[in-house]
């Protein structure tokens, strides 16, 4: 049976990888087991945000270093998610998925519906293909084969899905307008946007949550009515195809048990407190040491208005509003649960109505 395991670990900076060293060397965690870091580091979560691959170099290197493999063979079998932005309250860390097979332990009856987690890893990708139908299709391929290896069956069981995906540069750009070949977009920024919104509505693709004849290239950050109620997408330079973590309820002998939610805006605590209700979170003032981490997607309201009122981060022309995004939903969560060492990623085009998105919460069993 799968066992999956979940470990969160604050980060004195991108590089800080004492946390997992700690937890190797006394034991607590199996090198072997780990499929897949899930970071927040405390970059800009632009386009040029190097401490997104600074952290994944230095922990590939890490864990290579530990199994004794090269970093190219690490990265086949390791997912290295790392989101940037921590603004706000938002704590800089890492959190750890490590799955392995265990004998049944439920006395001859049925395993309980428990954390089941898969990972899956698309081709690299064109940067014509990025935000367009191609990338949606082939993220949609990767969910189901992520599905597989967490061993769930039914979409009704999945909670999130987080996924990392490529952005376009000025170099790809041109490289393939050389080709002759046009992309979804020549901003840089906006590629981001594109990227983070195909791979969603791949994953919306994945579990039916819209139809197959409803999308085109051209409903691609368009259509807002179409999206996924449990996809977390995240952009950046520093690979060239979509990393895919699959997290649900499967039978399986894990002692967690994660539930999911969507926010209808950035201020919306009641769709936390169901997910993490979901899970089987009580509210009796053990947030802080059962929740095994919570994961949220931050969409500044494009209309400029949050439940009749007006904001302002649309215009902000100094402060990115995916940035304002990320510290009010963290400072939301965080004040839920007590901690602020939550994931917040920015930019949640087709994830979730348009200026909300889904939460996802893992909690221990009480």
């Known amino acids: ?45 632009c386009v040029n945000d190097w401490t997104r691959g600074f952290a994944t170099t230095v922990f590939r290197a ?20 790392m989101s940037g ?29 428990a954390l089941a987690a898969g990972i899956a890893q698309t081709r690299a990708l064109a940067p014509e ?48 307008e050389r080709r002759g070949q046009r992309v979804a977009t020549t901003s840089t920024y906006g590629s981001m946007g594109y990227s983070r919104g195909a791979a969603a509505l ?10 197959p004849d409803a999308l085109a290239d051209g409903v691609i950050c368009q259509r807002w009515d179409l999206y996924s109620r449990v996809a977390s997408t995240s952009a950046g330079v ?39 209700a979901a899970a089987g979170w009580r509210g009796d003032g053990e947030a802080a040491e059962r929740v095994a981490g919570i994961f949220a997607k931050a969409e500044a309201s494009p209309s400029g208005v949050i439940r009749g009122r007006r904001h302002t981060m649309i215009d902000d022309s100094d402060i990115n509003h995916t940035r304002h995004a990320r510290a009010a939903v963290s400072a939301v969560i965080a004040s839920v649960i007590g901690d602020p060492m939550v994931y917040v990623s920015g930019g949640a085009e087709h994830q979730g109505p348009s200026g909300g998105g889904p939460v996802a919460a893992i909690v221990r069993r009480g």
């Not at 290579?64 to 998610?81: K, M, Q, T, W, Y």
């Not at 039978?251 to 209808?264: N, T």
């Open 1 to 45: 049976m799968q066992r999956v395991r979940v470990h969160r670990i604050p980060m004195a900076s991108p590089d800080d990888t004492s946390g997992l060293a700690d937890l190797i060397e006394r034991g607590t965690l199996d090198p072997a087991d780990i499929i897949c870091l899930l970071g927040k580091t405390e970059g800009n979560g």
């Open 62 to 81: 890490m864990l290579a270093d530990r199994l004794r493999l090269s970093p190219e063979d690490i990265a086949g079998r390791i997912l290295f998610i």
């Open 85 to 113: 932005g921590t603004e706000g309250v938002m704590t800089p860390h890492m959190t750890v998925f490590s799955r392995s097979e265990v004998t049944n332990t439920s006395d001859g009856g049925a395993p309980m519906m």
């Open 129 to 176: 293909e990025l935000g367009t139908m191609a990338q949606a299709r082939a993220v949609e391929a990767g969910v189901r084969v992520a599905m597989t290896s967490a061993g769930i069956g039914d979409s009704a069981d999945v909670h999130f899905v987080q996924i990392k995906c490529p952005l376009l540069t000025a170099e790809s750009i041109l490289e393939a």
């Open 202 to 211: 791949g994953v919306a693709l994945a579990l039916g949550e819209v139809a």
């Open 238 to 276: 520093e690979l060239r195809n979509c990393e895919i973590l699959v997290l649900g309820n499967a039978p399986c002998a894990s002692d967690l048990v994660i539930g999911h939610d969507v926010m209808a805006d950035a201020i919306d605590a009641g769709a936390v407190r169901r997910a993490l």
